[in-house]
């Protein structure tokens, strides 16, 4: 562009000393030697302007390799970045999805747990009133064997001490009866039916009375029916209060879990925002780069115009000088 600016320029000029001298050369006289150093001047002139010129090409050609290298880098950061804040848009997203899931899912399970603990706890009363009236009825029940046994053992009592008072009353006869009209066979009956009376068993088993029968073997299984009732209870309490501990154990487990998870839930929050803050900064950086290099491009393009409107005002001051000059020899 410039080598042509420089041509078109010396054309002009030579034609335009050409037509001056064409023109002058019938009023003035000039020499050979006038003309070639006018020549050589112009020319050296010429050259250092056209020097000048293609410093000035070469500059800011490089600057403008420099600025469009500038530029494609900051695009393609400026690519980069919108790339990476698609995917820091998507990450975030999911991670909220994900908070918004798993909050969803600790609601579910807190209502579940809440809602079984509820109903365990509702069974285990049940339980225990049930347990408690079964309860009642077995002591009510033993309560009113143990009358019958305790009244039927009265009216033995009663009949073995009737026994006794008889026994006592013929042996009180006897000793107040004469020696004289006791005989020997009379008093040898006597003690054998006395040793028979004192030494005979109690009756067993089936000789027993049957109310007797009765009656003990309703306090035995009343005995045993008790008996398995208060352990059975007693296991049941014990199952119950290991659930109940079981059930704590797990609810204070599902806790802290969910405790442990929302640190590590807002960690993870905190860190993106960081990293989205970061970016954010990286981004005013850039954009204040950009801002600079577009000033420094307007002052680049505004000292190439400077530079052209002084060079072109040279040239032409030089051409109306030489101009001048020819005209003057």
Same mark, same amino acid.
């Given at each position: 562009?410039?080598s042509k600016?420089?041509?078109f320029s010396?054309a002009c000029?030579w034609l335009l000393?050409i037509?001056?001298?064409?023109?002058d050369s019938t009023? +003035?006289?000039?020499? &050979?030697?006038?003309i070639? !150093?006018?020549?050589y001047?112009?020319?050296?002139?010429?050259?250092?302007n056209v020097d000048k010129?293609?410093?000035h090409e070469?500059r800011?050609?490089q600057s403008s390799?420099?600025i469009?290298?500038?530029?494609l880098? /900051?695009?393609n %950061?400026q690519?980069? &970045?919108?790339a990476? @804040?698609?995917?820091l848009e998507t990450t975030l997203k999911? +991670?909220? #999805?994900s /908070?918004?899931?798993?909050?969803?899912?600790?609601t579910n399970e807190?209502?579940?747990?809440?809602?079984s603990?509820?109903?365990?706890?509702?069974s285990?009363?049940q339980?225990?009133?049930? =347990?408690?009236?079964d309860? %009642?009825?077995?002591?009510?029940a033993? %309560?009113?064997?143990?009358?019958?046994?305790?009244?039927?053992?009265g009216?033995?009592?009663?009949?073995v001490? #009737?026994?006794v008072?008889a026994l006592?009353s013929?042996l009180?006869?006897?000793e107040?009866?004469p020696?004289? $009209?006791v005989s @020997?066979?009379?008093i040898y009956e +006597?003690?054998?039916k006395?040793?028979a009376?004192?030494?005979?068993?109690r009756p067993v088993?089936? #000789?027993?009375?049957?109310a007797?029968? !009765?009656?003990?073997q309703?306090? $035995?299984?009343t005995k045993?029916?008790v008996? #398995?009732?208060? $352990?059975?209870? !007693?296991?049941?309490?014990?199952?119950?209060d290991r659930?109940?501990?079981?059930?704590d154990?797990t609810i204070?487990?599902?806790a802290?879990s969910?405790?442990?998870f929302q640190a590590?839930?807002?960690?993870?929050f905190?860190?993106v925002l960081?990293?989205?803050?970061t970016?954010? =900064?990286?981004?005013k950086?850039l954009?204040?780069?950009?801002d600079?290099?577009l000033?420094? %491009?307007r002052?680049i393009e505004y000292g190439t115009h400077? /530079?052209?409107? =002084?060079?072109?005002a040279a040239?032409?001051?030089r051409?109306?000088?030489l101009?001048?000059?020819?005209?003057?020899?």
């Amino acid at each position: 562009m410039w080598s042509k600016t420089v041509n078109f320029s010396v054309a002009c000029l030579w034609l335009l000393t050409i037509a001056n001298f064409q023109s002058d050369s019938t009023a +003035l006289e000039v020499t &050979q030697e006038d003309i070639r !150093t006018v020549l050589y001047s112009f020319g050296h002139s010429l050259r250092e302007n056209v020097d000048k010129l293609e410093r000035h090409e070469r500059r800011e050609k490089q600057s403008s390799d420099q600025i469009q290298n500038m530029l494609l880098t /900051i695009v393609n %950061k400026q690519r980069e &970045q919108f790339a990476d @804040n698609k995917v820091l848009e998507t990450t975030l997203k999911g +991670l909220e #999805e994900s /908070i918004h899931m798993l909050t969803d899912i600790e609601t579910n399970e807190e209502a579940a747990s809440r809602s079984s603990t509820k109903s365990m706890l509702e069974s285990l009363e049940q339980h225990m009133a049930a =347990d408690g009236a079964d309860l %009642k009825s077995i002591l009510k029940a033993e %309560k009113q064997a143990t009358n019958r046994l305790y009244e039927s053992l009265g009216s033995q009592l009663t009949t073995v001490s #009737e026994q006794v008072k008889a026994l006592q009353s013929r042996l009180d006869s006897l000793e107040r009866a004469p020696k004289s $009209q006791v005989s @020997n066979d009379a008093i040898y009956e +006597l003690l054998q039916k006395m040793a028979a009376e004192r030494s005979a068993p109690r009756p067993v088993g089936g #000789e027993q009375d049957p109310a007797a029968n !009765t009656t003990w073997q309703l306090v $035995q299984e009343t005995k045993h029916a008790v008996v #398995e009732a208060v $352990q059975s209870l !007693t296991g049941r309490l014990d199952d119950s209060d290991r659930r109940r501990e079981a059930c704590d154990a797990t609810i204070a487990e599902m806790a802290k879990s969910t405790r442990a998870f929302q640190a590590d839930a807002q960690k993870s929050f905190q860190s993106v925002l960081d990293g989205v803050k970061t970016l954010s =900064d990286v981004e005013k950086v850039l954009v204040q780069t950009a801002d600079h290099v577009l000033d420094t %491009k307007r002052r680049i393009e505004y000292g190439t115009h400077q /530079i052209l409107t =002084d060079v072109t005002a040279a040239v032409n001051d030089r051409s109306k000088e030489l101009n001048e000059s020819v005209n003057a020899a």
